[in-house]
């Protein structure tokens, strides 16, 4: 596609449940880079990978958040036993190079956790 | 202290004026500076990057950098209506953003 695709846009869950974001990076981007944005907020860096290897996953707030990209294309956010304070919108971001600032991001996908 | 700092506002201005918007960042090793600007309900998008001390222009857009006070800030010039948005400052790699300025201009 043309930009970065990221599904489902809107996401409610219940406290307790499992949840599982997708990324769709723009083709040949190298770098892909996920953001969580609480309203009102900046976005705050979770992790970032160059192709399928994931080189800097401190932001990841716990370990109840995992990230992956297996093939270098497709990413997948996962946070399990979702908390109130993971209510947010999380954001994906691809760009050609790591050391380009040029980040493209998707649309976002926001999670609400009753 | 947070590392990349940015005065929340709202910031109001009338249209046609110049809006200044300001950011100082901790780290003294940064090396590359960028303004994303982020309309209500949509993603961040990149308006100007800069990487040197000193003035860029693009446009109406001008970003100025001075790493000794370690300071970077964007002036738009003949601020139009749809220049109504939250501008984010950010820095290095991976990029560490601001909370944003929310920037309105007033027709």
């Known amino acids: 596609g043309a930009g970065v695709s990221q599904s489902p846009r809107y996401k409610v869950a219940k406290r307790g449940q499992d949840v599982a974001l997708r990324c769709d990076p723009i083709?040949?981007?190298?770098?892909l880079f996920w953001y969580q944005q609480a309203l009102g907020q900046g976005p705050e860096f979770l992790t970032y990978?160059?192709?399928?290897?994931?080189?800097?996953k401190s932001g990841l707030p716990s370990d109840r958040f995992f990230a992956e990209r297996p093939e270098g294309s497709v990413s997948t956010l996962k946070i399990q036993r979702t908390q109130q304070e993971d209510s947010a919108v999380y954001l994906c971001?691809?760009?050609?190079?790591?050391?380009?600032?040029?980040?493209?991001f998707g649309e976002g996908s926001r999670l609400t956790v009753l | 202290q947070k590392e990349v700092e940015q005065n929340s506002g709202p910031l109001s201005v009338p249209e046609g004026a110049i809006a200044s918007l300001n950011c100082t960042y901790s780290?003294?090793?940064?090396?590359?500076f960028f303004w994303y600007r982020q309309y209500s309900g949509k993603s961040p998008e990149l308006i100007m990057f800069?990487?040197?001390?000193g003035d860029k222009e693009d446009g109406r857009f001008t970003a100025q950098l001075n790493k000794a006070s370690q300071y970077v800030s964007l002036l738009i010039r003949d601020s139009q209506p749809s220049d109504s948005a939250t501008y984010l400052c950010?820095?290095?790699?991976?990029?560490?953003f601001g909370k944003g300025t929310r920037l309105s201009v007033i027709a």
């Open positions: 971001a691809s760009s050609l190079a790591h050391s380009a600032g040029e980040l493209f």
């Open positions: 083709s040949g981007h190298v770098s």
């Open positions: 990978f160059q192709n399928e290897a994931q080189l800097d």
């Open positions: 780290d003294r090793g940064s090396q590359s």
């Open positions: 800069i990487y040197s001390n």
């Open positions: 950010a820095l290095n790699t991976p990029l560490v």
